[in-house]
């Protein structure tokens, strides 16, 4: 059994000049691009194209895409990769990272944990604590960076989208003007900005 789940992170630039680049404030995690799981019956561009309209309401289209890349990436020591749903818990998606605690052959113990930029200085908080099957845990991330461009008539300011339980702050930034993204985001932007 693999021990990787594939992700996807999403570069949408329009073609309007200044070329900006689609991104949300998460009201707790920052700065982010679109990204997320690709699903079993995905290719790298499906997901891309899924994820930018569940997590801003913009649609893209998949022949308007192309990936630009991907990395293995293991994760940190104590973190795992939920590989799949578990059905007795809709807390434990296929996705998440989480951290374990404990493992032996019959079961693994984690917690559910979330980053708080609330906070200065921020602090990750235990969300709860569960005993899993130790073959839904993941030790590695396959992550596909896509571009998509995007038709944009004008550069709206702002505009509010609700997702995942949150509601985000979308808006187009310019490609010499883009805020810190959060966590490993911003080292994918500088290694793909040439691209964009």
């Known amino acids: ?3 990787e789940l594939r992700k996807v992170a999403c570069f949408v630039v329009s073609t309007l000049e200044p ?11 920052g700065y982010q691009l679109p990204a997320g799981t690709v699903e ?5 561009l499906e997901a891309g194209a899924r994820e930018v309209r569940e997590e801003t309401g913009i649609s893209v289209d998949r022949s308007a895409g192309v990936v630009l890349g991907s990395a293995v990436m293991p994760l940190p020591k104590g973190k795992r990769i939920l590989l799949r749903n578990d059905a007795m818990d809709p807390l ?7 951290r374990l605690e404990s493992q032996n052959s019959l079961s693994a113990t984690i917690a559910r944990e ?9 602090v990750t908080r235990t969300l709860g604590h569960h005993d899993v099957d130790p073959s839904m845990l993941g030790t590695s991330i396959d992550r596909y960076f896509v571009r998509f461009s995007y038709q944009l008539e004008t550069a709206e300011q ?9 509601t985000f702050t979308v808006r187009w930034a310019a490609l010499d ?8 985001q911003q080292l994918w932007l500088q290694t793909y900005l040439g691209d964009l």
């Open 19 to 29: 070329r900006r680049l689609l991104i949300f404030k998460h009201p707790t995690a």
């Open 158 to 166: 702002e505009w509010q989208f609700s997702a995942d339980g949150h």
């Open 177 to 184: 003007t883009i805020p810190e993204l959060a966590g490993d």
């Open 40 to 44: 079993l019956d995905e290719d790298a």
């Open 92 to 98: 434990l998606k296929r996705g998440h990272i989480v």
């Open 1 to 3: 059994m693999s021990t």
């Open 114 to 122: 979330e980053l708080d930029l609330r906070v200065d200085p921020p």
